[in-house]
């Protein structure tokens, strides 16, 4: 076989999502300041979004917003702060570069596997493999 004939068996091969363009967007959050404290009502929808459990996204945001914080039976994010929707916005836009989006092809059709000690980003639109950080 020649490289074209190789070339074309390859992308034959790759899944549909690789030649989708269409664009991944992430939920903005969606809430209200009551007192003292942040409710987001649509944090169950961002983590579904992301394809991300909830508790890992969760333990993220409230640590990068050094602030308490609880989802309670209702499903909404409870935070022990006064904080604006866009600096929240931009914490979970930060989680996404580091544990969603493919660092290789930008796509967001990646899972997070434990192999041994360590955690790996797995692409599966182009198959990029890459070591994160470990639990947050």
Known sequence: MDYAQLLKRAREQLPESVFEKERFEI???????????TIITNFQQ????????????????????????????????????????SRINDKIKQYAHEFVFCIDCGKPDTEIKREGEFSFLHCSACGA????????
């Open 129 to 136: 493999k890459h070591p994160v950080k470990s639990k947050i």
């Open 46 to 85: 961002i983590a579904s979004t992301l394809r991300r459990p909830q508790d890992h996204l969760l333990k993220y945001v409230l640590k990068e917003l050094a602030t308490p914080g609880e989802i309670n039976r209702s499903g909404l994010l409870i935070l022990g702060a006064k904080i604006p929707a």
């Open 27 to 37: 939920p903005k959050t969606r809430g209200r300041i009551e007192r003292n404290k």
